[in-house]
């Protein structure tokens, strides 16, 4: 809300009355000054009434204003039928007594001027209309046709002068319309000085694309945009973009979302994007910013977050069917009301009204994420300086909803593509190229993180591959003949494997022998063993031997002991 | 205008006219345009006319009814077809014209 309290809370500020219109208010900071007349002026077609008719409608419908609608061109039925394509009730809200539709019919041919006059018939006309529903706003549509209708010049200037000050008088918000003239904002030269705001309406075809803009040329005593806005005109009535906010001081989130691809996050410092930062995926043709775009979405989707996405360039089936083939089901969240497409031909609306029907789709839907694919294609509508103001001005209001937005941008050639890059990067917080590296009569993907505003992100490219599963990042082999990508990196990873079976197989070899080795040795050892086995064995045998020799010695001596004691008993005995 | 320019039927002597003048409450225009008018009346439709004058502050309603936006304004509702001036009726001649009559000096 900064700005619109400029003035400070000393001094009270110029009361204002809302219009109800979309985008209006906030470029007027509140809406138009209330109780004065406000000029809306344009050339034909350029929807002066219809802005002046919403405002007393949506007067009526939101603010509980009653109001009074002086129309000099239409007639009442036929103003009711205009506006009812819009929604908008006029009969009934006649019958309620909200709305006092006034058709003033003036034809020169049918009216003779003879001596001085004035318009008091109009002011009690419109004094009556005022009083009868109690209005609180009032329309005149298109006061110059007075002129039209009557021809002293200097009468009809002056009594537009008293009108302007007797509206003043009453009070009433009054919105008067006027068509634009040469040279001037109006062809009377006269309803811009008197009225306290101007609002100037233009309807421009550039390249046979119209876009309808809209300015504030002046606001007396209150600050207010004085950019040129784009607005719409649809089924919901007219909605002005207020494109530019007067400051830099979005909030900012430090909360980490996922690119949907593992090795991307991994060069985000492992964590991926800042939640509501405006990122730029750009590349040439078939580079794959499309299934970037689609993984993102997918991841996101998968997170619960809702997705919209803008494509431009394919139909939303086709994308469907595409992701497809690399493992990404966008159907199921589709599905699930989880990812929105909108697909819209570039050429069919300016610039602008793309802008306009962007902004709408995202304050209906209310998205996490949101995807425009490609941008590029928008060049095709508007001069690249326009699509940069464009773009500043989506992301100004995507930072401000917190929306995190991923761009694919198309480069064509490498000389017009720095310039397009510069002018769009300097806009958005992370820039991701993915380039065509041709090399041994093939092209391969390399991804580069340009830049990542607040992150230390990797400044390595990686390959990067598409495959049946998806999307990865492949670090690239830095050797001595450079960067490998490709085949070139497949067959050089296949001759480290390589590398590897051969010294597999040596130290294989190695350990076979050894094992032989082992082998011999231990049939050796056993060998050795049965040799001292069969030594010990003879040894054992030989003490064995002995042992029995001594055994029976012994045994024989004593036996010739006993036979000689038994002898000599014999000679005792004998004795 | 084109009913006058080459009006076959003239209405000079007997027709009988119907005026309406509607006036905002006492200003100048209304005061002068009343003035005029009627000494208009008295000269160029002496005994046929019937004249109508009507303060539109007093019935704003007529205001719509009768399409009006500026005063003073005169409507001649007969004969046919409707005929509409405005202004303080100051110029005679155009009301001569206008009216289809003829100068009878």
Avoid at chain 1, 88 to 97: A, M, N, S, T, Y
Avoid at chain 2, 40 to 48: E, T, V
Wanted: with cysteine.
């Amino acid at each position: 809300m900064g700005p619109t309290k400029i003035t400070g809370s000393k001094y009270s500020t110029l009361p204002k009355t809302p219009t109800g219109i979309t985008g209006l208010d906030q470029i007027t900071a509140g809406g138009i000054p209330k109780g004065r007349p406000s000029l809306i002026c344009g050339e034909a077609g350029s929807g002066k009434t219809l802005m002046a008719m919403e405002f007393i409608v949506r007067g009526a419908l939101e603010y509980g204003e009653p109001g009074v609608f002086l129309a000099f061109e239409e007639k009442s039925e036929e103003l009711a039928m205009n506006v009812a394509s819009l929604g908008f009730d006029l009969e009934q809200l006649q019958k309620d007594k909200m709305i006092k539709i006034d058709h003033i019919h003036i034809d020169r041919s049918e009216i003779e001027e003879t001596g001085e006059y004035d318009l008091e018939g109009l002011f009690i006309r419109l004094d009556y209309a005022i009083k009868s529903i109690n209005a609180k706003r009032v329309v005149l549509d298109t006061i110059e046709n007075l002129f039209s209708g009557l021809s002293n010049q200097n009468i009809l200037r002056a009594e537009i002068r008293r009108l302007f000050t007797w509206l003043k008088e009453k009070g009433v918000t009054a919105v008067i319309t006027g068509e634009r003239g040469e040279g001037g904002l109006t062809r009377q030269g006269l309803e811009e000085y008197v009225s306290d705001c101007v609002i100037l309406l233009d309807h421009r075809v550039i390249n046979q694309i119209s876009t309808r803009r809209l300015r504030i040329v002046k606001y007396r005593g209150s600050q207010h945009g004085t950019n040129e806005y784009p607005f719409l005109i649809d089924e919901e009535g007219v909605s002005v973009l207020p494109v530019t906010s007067l400051e830099l001081s979005n909030e900012v989130s430090s909360e980490r979302i996922s690119s949907g691809i593992v090795g991307l996050d991994a060069m985000l410092e492992g964590k991926g994007f800042y939640k509501g930062s405006s990122i730029l995926v750009s590349g040439t043709a078939g580079t794959g910013k499309t299934s970037i775009a689609a993984t993102f979405a997918d991841a996101a989707c998968k997170r619960g977050e809702k997705c919209l996405y803008f494509a431009f360039e394919e139909s939303p089936n086709q994308i469907i069917r595409n992701m497809r083939s690399i493992g990404i089901d966008l159907q199921a969240h589709v599905d699930a009301g989880l990812l929105i497409f909108y697909a819209s031909r570039p050429t069919l609306y300016g610039l602008e009204m793309h802008l306009v029907a962007i902004h709408k789709f995202i304050t209906k839907y209310e998205p996490d994420v949101v995807i425009l694919d490609p941008i590029t294609n928008l060049i095709t509508v508007g001069a690249v300086s326009e699509v940069k103001s464009m773009l500043v001005r989506l992301i100004d209001f995507l930072q401000q909803k917190q929306i995190t937005v991923l761009f694919t941008a198309l480069n064509f050639n490498a000389i017009i593509n720095e310039q397009t890059d510069e002018g769009v990067s300097s806009l958005v917080d992370a820039w991701i190229t993915v380039r065509d590296i041709e090399s041994n009569g093939e092209r391969n993907r390399g991804l580069y993180i340009m830049k990542s505003r607040g992150m230390k992100h990797s400044n390595q490219v990686r390959e990067f591959v598409i495959s049946d599963e998806g999307l990865d990042l492949v670090e690239v082999y830095l050797g001595p003949e450079g960067v490998l990508i490709g085949s070139a990196r497949i067959s050089h990873e296949v001759e480290q494997q390589t590398g590897i079976a051969i010294r597999d197989q040596a130290v294989n070899r190695k350990d076979r022998e050894v094992h032989r080795k082992k082998q011999i040795l231990e049939s050796k050892i056993s060998g050795l063993r049965a040799e001292f086995e069969s030594t010990e064995e003879e040894l054992n045998k030989m003490y064995e031997e002995e042992a029995l020799k001594k055994e029976i010695i012994e045994k024989s001596r004593d036996e010739m002991i006993r036979l000689r004691q038994d002898l000599k008993k014999r000679n005792d005995n004998d004795n | 205008m084109q009913n006058n320019a080459d009006q076959p039927v003239r209405h000079d002597g007997d027709e009988h006219y119907y005026l309406k003048l509607f006036i905002a409450g006492a200003s100048i225009n209304s005061l002068r345009a009343i003035e005029n008018l009627k000494s208009f009346c008295h000269r160029f439709l002496k005994g046929r006319f019937e004249l109508e004058i009507i303060d539109i502050y007093q019935q704003p309603l007529l205001a719509k009814e009768e399409q009006i936006i500026a005063l003073p304004l005169l409507i001649r509702k007969f004969p046919a077809p409707e005929k509409r001036f405005v202004g303080d009726m100051s110029e005679t001649h155009i009301l001569l014209k206008g009216l289809g009559l003829t100068s009878i000096d």
